[in-house]
């Protein structure tokens, strides 16, 4: 990852807490996003990001992620 000197931390620390507060297994990302509930029409029109009610669209891992970082 490259914050492209943008970030307010190193991107090491950013990447260690991606780490610790995420896990990137195909298996895991299917649990978190809850993949196997069938939600396709709803993502399918003018893009799967910023609607509401799409699991990727959450900030629950906030709080951890901060908590990762140490800010």
């Known amino acids: 990852m490259d914050t492209f000197g943008t ?3 190193s991107d090491e620390r950013i990447q260690a807490a991606v780490r610790k507060v995420f896990r990137f297994n195909p298996s895991e990302i ?9 939600i396709y ?3 399918t029109h003018y893009g799967h990001f910023g ?3 799409l699991p990727w669209e ?3 891992r906030l709080a951890a992620f901060k908590q990762a970082l140490k800010i």
């Open 7 to 9: 970030g307010l931390v």
């Open 58 to 60: 959450t900030t629950s």
């Open 51 to 53: 609607k509401k009610g």
């Open 41 to 43: 029409r709803a993502s």
């Open 30 to 38: 299917i649990d978190q996003l809850d993949l196997r509930r069938p």
